[in-house]
């Protein structure tokens, strides 16, 4: 019998931040719809992804389809 690699379902796509607190540390984790993960670690890289990431819309697929 042979190993079958894990799947993984039913985690949403969203972002999750943490670390606002003061003298923290800000991290951002953000799951596309498309499956694709970004993390952003320290305040300017967390604002900059908050700047870019969008319920619904998946900046991946229109990258893709522009190279395609």
Not at 8 to 35: F, H, K, M, Y
């Amino acid at each position: 019998m042979s190993e079958q690699p894990a799947r993984i379902e039913g985690i949403p796509a969203g972002l999750t931040t943490r670390g606002l607190d003061r003298n923290q540390t800000p991290v951002a984790d953000w799951l596309c719809s498309c499956r694709t993960h970004e993390r952003a670690t320290g305040r300017t890289a967390v604002r900059q992804l908050l700047a870019h990431a969008r319920v619904g819309i998946c900046p991946h697929a229109t990258g893709r389809r522009a190279a395609a």
